[in-house]
């Protein structure tokens, strides 16, 4: 049996432009206190190589000051839950973050992208000046 667990808070400022959404940290990453912390996670490379910065070369605080800096942010949808082992479909119990009104009211982004840590690409030509959230599962079914 899990015991529930809780997420992150936001990376946000009044500034970003680009809001990166995942569902809940994994285990390597709630026990490092980071978001993407798994070392094989290929999140912050494939980032880095977006942005052209190095982030996998970063500390975690660099690495959020960078996103931030190119205007990203990032944030987990579940606030708790309770999972076995690090995969989605174990999500049980889940309490979305509360942080929606701080998270929506503080940046005015209108490009949300879910499920980057599987592939991240270079959108921001393909969206458009409407709100939208991409989920890049689709994205590349597509």
């Known amino acids: 049996m899990s015991r529930a667990a809780k997420g ?8 970003i432009e680009t809001l990166i959404l995942g569902s809940f940290p994994g285990v390597a990453s709630l ?8 070392p094989q996670n290929h999140f912050w490379r494939l980032v880095g190589a977006v942005i052209e ?3 996998a070369e970063m ?7 960078t996103l931030l800096k190119h205007r990203i942010g990032l944030w987990d949808i579940i606030d708790t839950c309770a999972r076995e082992g690090s995969l989605d479909s174990n999500i049980r119990d889940a309490r979305h973050s ?10 005015a982004t ?5 499920g980057a840590a599987h592939l991240l690409v270079d ?3 393909l969206l ?5 959230a991409i989920d890049l599962g689709e994205f590349l079914q597509a």
């Open 8 to 15: 992150f808070p936001p990376v946000i400022d009044a500034k």
């Open 31 to 38: 026990v490092k206190a980071q978001y993407y912390g798994h």
């Open 53 to 55: 910065e190095p982030l």
């Open 59 to 65: 500390d975690y605080e660099a690495r959020k000051r």
């Open 98 to 107: 509360t942080a929606n009104a701080e998270v929506s009211g503080t940046f």
């Open 110 to 114: 209108d490009n949300v992208i879910r």
């Open 123 to 125: 959108l921001p030509p």
């Open 128 to 132: 458009t000046a409407q709100r939208r």
